[in-house]
């Protein structure tokens, strides 16, 4: 995997992961490991705000394309 693909993840907060996840096209950071190990980190994030507090930042971030 991609140091600079993983340091960012590990650095990313919830709402920047969801953010990506649901914005990017075509972004290379989502295949193979990586992609994985992104979807792992995002889950266990959510996991780790609860449902409240996802659903506020899925609220913030919308789903128009900024």
């Known amino acids: 995997m991609n140091k600079e693909y993983k340091d960012w993840i590990d650095n990313a907060s919830y709402e920047e992961l ?5 914005f990017s ?3 290379p ?5 990586a992609g ?3 979807l792992d980190k995002l889950c266990s994030k ?6 409240i507090a996802h659903v506020a930042v899925s609220k ?6 900024p």
């Open 46 to 51: 959510r996991k780790g705000i609860g449902c």
């Open 29 to 33: 950071i989502f295949l193979g490991k």
């Open 18 to 22: 969801l953010r990506r996840w649901r």
């Open 60 to 65: 913030k971030i919308g789903w128009e394309k």
């Open 36 to 38: 994985q190990y992104y």
């Open 25 to 27: 096209e075509n972004d």
